[in-house]
């Protein structure tokens, strides 16, 4: 247990840093740059694509904490692309779930707001008759993100309980193709304390 207790706290100064960023980047993006931007549907398109990607981390972060290992080994046996992965998935399901849905879940549910409220002011800017309806328009772009976010993510973790494997071994096939693509290794040194932990 103490030999675990630096490793976790080098994950949580990690995911810490990185949500850090994260918010920063996204909060800038939509308290700044998207109120300027002159094309209205540009902004939903990006607000829809914020509120899909806090859907399937959630999903992602369900289907990690329910999947069962044992079926990836057999993947891993017949050498198929993204099943180790998989398997390091599933052995650090409490890490991923955390990131995908305490960090990635939180960040897309602040940011979407305020993308909802950038937006409602895109909308009225300019249009002087519309200032008295700011209000209105503001309460209905809160439900309707509401709705999006909270319906999505009921279907999202209903899929996740149904098809847990099938979706970690899809997310453990994008993680083999980024790692080949890029040199890097995400779950830094698990491999080695996996194959130490099965001798």
Same mark, same amino acid.
């Given at each position: 247990?103490?030999?675990?207790?630096?490793?976790?706290?080098?994950?949580?100064?990690?995911?810490?840093?990185?949500?850090?960023f994260?918010?920063?980047?996204?909060?800038?993006?939509?308290?700044?740059?998207?109120?300027?931007?002159?094309?209205?549907?540009? %902004?939903?398109?990006?607000? #829809?694509?914020? $509120?899909? =990607? *806090?859907? @399937?981390?959630?999903?992602?972060?369900?289907?990690? !904490?329910?999947?069962?290992?044992?079926?990836?080994?057999?993947?891993?046996?017949?050498?198929?692309?993204g099943?180790?992965?998989?398997?390091?998935?599933?052995?650090?399901?409490?890490?991923?779930?955390?990131?995908?849905?305490d960090?990635?879940?939180?960040?897309?549910?602040?940011?979407?707001?305020?993308?909802?409220?950038?937006?409602?002011?895109?909308?009225?800017?300019?249009?002087?008759?519309?200032? %008295?309806?700011?209000?209105? #328009?503001?309460? $209905?772009? =809160? *439900?309707? @993100?509401?709705?999006?976010?909270?319906?999505?993510? !009921?279907?999202?973790?209903?899929?996740?309980?149904?098809?847990?494997?099938?979706?970690?071994?899809?997310?453990?096939?994008?993680?083999?193709?980024?790692?080949?693509?890029?040199?890097?290794?995400?779950?830094?040194?698990?491999?080695?304390?996996a194959?130490?932990?099965?001798?």
């Amino acid at each position: 247990m103490g030999n675990n207790r630096p490793s976790s706290l080098r994950f949580a100064i990690v995911t810490g840093t990185g949500a850090f960023f994260a918010a920063v980047f996204f909060s800038f993006f939509s308290e700044i740059v998207l109120p300027k931007l002159q094309i209205i549907m540009l %902004s939903f398109l990006f607000l #829809l694509a914020v $509120i899909i =990607t *806090g859907i @399937v981390f959630d999903m992602v972060g369900v289907a990690a !904490a329910v999947a069962e290992e044992k079926p990836f080994h057999a993947k891993a046996t017949k050498k198929l692309k993204g099943a180790s992965q998989a398997i390091l998935i599933v052995r650090n399901a409490d890490r991923v779930a955390s990131f995908c849905n305490d960090v990635v879940g939180d960040i897309c549910g602040t940011v979407s707001g305020a993308l909802g409220a950038a937006i409602i002011i895109q909308i009225v800017s300019g249009r002087a008759h519309w200032n %008295s309806y700011e209000s209105f #328009l503001t309460i $209905i772009m =809160t *439900g309707l @993100v509401a709705a999006l976010t909270v319906g999505g993510k !009921a279907a999202g973790k209903r899929t996740a309980l149904e098809d847990a494997e099938q979706i970690i071994f899809y997310v453990g096939r994008v993680l083999a193709w980024f790692e080949s693509a890029t040199g890097l290794n995400l779950f830094m040194g698990k491999r080695r304390h996996a194959r130490e932990k099965r001798r």
